[in-house]
């Protein structure tokens, strides 16, 4: 049973940083695409940013690009998302995923997800 735990969340001032693990159990992602999304009350899930399984090609949404990173570790199965210089606007829970087919920008590309983790910026 693959399963993902998110960590890392909490409450910051806008221009804090936060950093988010994915631990990954159950299977190896190495060779899997991984995936960072957010949802924030009333909205519908969004992209944030996705990795290669080599770690070699990221993507990222427009309104992170520049402020967040996305890394992983394939020996500790894990996946990383820095995020620098935050905004109220980037409050959200947020999710990370196992990428199996299509788009990395889509939701429905991805096939295994975690419970998340809330983020909270305060201006």
């Known amino acids: 049973q693959v399963q993902l735990v998110e960590s890392g969340g909490g409450l910051v001032q806008a221009g804090g940083s936060l950093r988010l693990s994915c631990a990954v159990s159950g299977r190896s992602i190495s060779s899997y695409d991984m995936g960072w999304f957010r949802q924030a009350p009333g909205k519908e899930r969004e992209f944030v940013a996705s990795i290669s399984w080599s770690g070699g090609t990221t993507y990222y949404a427009d309104s992170v690009k520049g402020r967040f990173t996305i890394s992983r570790d394939n020996r500790k199965n894990t996946v990383y998302l820095q995020m620098n210089s935050l905004k109220p606007e980037d409050t959200a829970v947020y999710y990370c995923?196992?990428?199996?087919?299509?788009?990395?920008?889509?939701?429905?590309?991805?096939?295994?997800w975690g419970q998340g983790t809330q983020v909270t910026v305060s201006s």
């Open positions: 995923a196992r990428r199996t087919t299509g788009s990395s920008y889509y939701p429905t590309s991805y096939d295994r």
